[in-house]
């Protein structure tokens, strides 16, 4: 969320404020949203009011005024903004709810109002509704838009498209590498779009077995075949009014092609064994992994298939381009795998940082999304380092024994040294004294090995993973760094 939470009260007459005590609701939202300061107005019309508030306070039953009339316009001056509707009172006091409430309320409360259960549905709605980055006025950005993270320009680049596809009902074709997020952004661009209140189906057309890809996505009648013993819809059927996002489209054979070419242009498709065309209200996003216009030209995709989707396109950058927002995705990911008890990895070292810039990322977002989940399991420690994280294709380190026994030796010794010092200051949650007199060292000589090894002992001060019971036993002879 934002510093300062803003919540208009639009109270349509002079007493408005009777029902609503501005200090102590304000006071109660403010413990309610833990960390905001909350700035609560009051306005008779929404055409008083300059900045867009991020919740609007709607009191209905107001003395010759129409509850429609008044909601269509405060949807109408801020189209984005969650409403939540204050019923009125009657002149005995008691609150009068209406037979029908108007359709666009996020919620309603009745009055007087009580400012904890106000409290507690205003942090529902904006919790539910406030996307987590900056919104600005006129701008339309569904809660979703906020797993696209990046700041990388030609990220960017393509994250404000979004806003502009979800505008219209053109057919979407999103192209790049496995693993960049594609799904993410046709989920995004149907979830930003009038459709967001219906369903978002994604099909993989790799998984569909060719002579069943038109029975899955069409469906069939009582009949159409041997086994069909009841009538079943499709995937059009279902995804109806919302979107349906057809993955790896380049992977559909030449006849489940041209059956596709006819439902994208004219949204026509006929169930097995049915004699009447049936309509659908579907929004179509297309995907692959491949570059379609060279499949074109080698002939292995329709061509007039190929424009029919490719009436707005994207392509999603692959993560080795953008690599200034690796820190960012390590830091969502790191706070997404958090252990249930608490404990475990919760920032990584500057190395480790380092050696996620320096690869090349094959499997892109994806790859970096296992990488750290797997150095989340196995690292006990709070700081995640260089060593705990394994990406693919990475040799296994081995002893060098290119040079001399010596040098090898010293290697080995220095492995064996560097992990028993960090398994120490885990056990012992970073309490050089103690570790020191767990591995028969002095504290001072204990603490020259942590800076040979750049070992920072703050790191493991608040993990809480390790037991005094679980202390490694000392060398038989304590080791001094020499081999």
Not at 374 to 395: K, L, P, S, W
Not at 400 to 410: H, I, M, N, Q, Y
Request: glycine share 6%; net charge neutral.
């Amino acid at each position: 969320m934002r510093d300062v939470i803003r919540i208009v009260f639009l109270s349509g007459e002079e007493d408005g404020r009777s029902c609503c005590d501005h200090a102590r609701i304000a006071e109660y939202v403010e413990h309610a949203l833990t960390g905001q300061r909350v700035a609560l107005d009051d306005a008779a019309d929404p055409s008083l009011t300059t900045d867009q508030p991020h919740l609007v306070l709607l009191h209905l039953n107001v003395p010759d005024q129409s509850d429609e009339e008044r909601l269509t316009a405060v949807i109408r001056r801020w189209p984005d903004v969650p409403i939540v509707g204050v019923i009125g009172q009657q002149r005995g006091g008691a609150p009068m709810l209406p037979p029908d409430l108007p359709a666009g309320l996020r919620d309603f409360l009745l009055c007087p109002l009580d400012g904890r259960e106000l409290a507690l549905r205003v942090r529902r709605v904006l919790t539910q509704e406030l996307p987590q980055v900056p919104r600005r006025v006129g701008t339309t950005r569904s809660g979703r838009v906020h797993s696209l993270v990046g700041e990388s320009a030609i990220f960017q680049a393509q994250v404000e498209k979004i806003p502009l596809f979800a505008d219209v009902e053109a057919t979407v074709l999103l192209q790049g590498e496995t693993g960049t997020g594609k799904e993410v952004f046709a989920r995004a661009i149907h979830y930003s779009s009038a459709r967001k209140d219906h369903a978002f189906i994604p099909i993989n057309c790799a998984a569909l077995p060719d002579q069943l890809f038109e029975n899955e996505l069409f469906g069939h009648v009582k009949g159409a075949y041997t086994s069909a013993a009841s009538e079943q819809g499709g995937l059009v059927l279902e995804a109806e009014g919302g979107t349906l996002f057809l993955d790896e489209v380049d992977a559909l054979n030449p006849y489940a092609q041209a059956k596709l070419l006819r439902f994208v242009q004219y949204r026509e498709y006929r169930p097995l064994g049915c004699s009447r065309t049936k309509l659908a209200n579907v929004r179509i996003i297309a995907a692959s992994n491949h570059d379609l216009r060279q499949a074109v030209t080698e002939r292995q995709f329709r061509e007039d298939l190929f424009h029919r989707l490719n009436v707005l396109a994207m392509v999603v950058p692959p993560l080795r381009e953008r690599v200034e927002d690796i820190p960012l995705l390590a830091d969502r990911f790191l706070q997404r795998f958090r252990r249930a008890d608490g404990q475990g990895p919760r920032r990584l070292a500057e190395d480790a940082i380092q050696k996620l810039l320096a690869y090349a990322w094959p499997g892109n977002v994806r790859e970096l999304e296992s990488t750290l989940q797997r150095a989340v399991v196995m690292c006990g420690a709070a700081t995640i380092q260089a060593q705990d994280i394994e990406c693919a294709g990475e040799a296994p380190k081995t002893p060098c024994l290119d040079g001399s026994l010596r040098a090898a030796k010293t290697s080995a010794t220095m492995d064996v040294e560097r992990a028993y010092l960090v398994k120490t200051l885990v056990t012992f949650r970073g309490n050089v004294t103690h570790a020191a007199k767990a591995a028969g060292k002095e504290r001072r000589s204990f603490q020259r090995l942590l800076r040979k090894y750049g070992i920072d002992r703050e790191a493991y001060q608040n993990d809480p993973t390790g037991s005094s019971r679980d202390c490694p036993p000392p060398f038989e002879t304590p080791f001094d760094g020499r081999a």
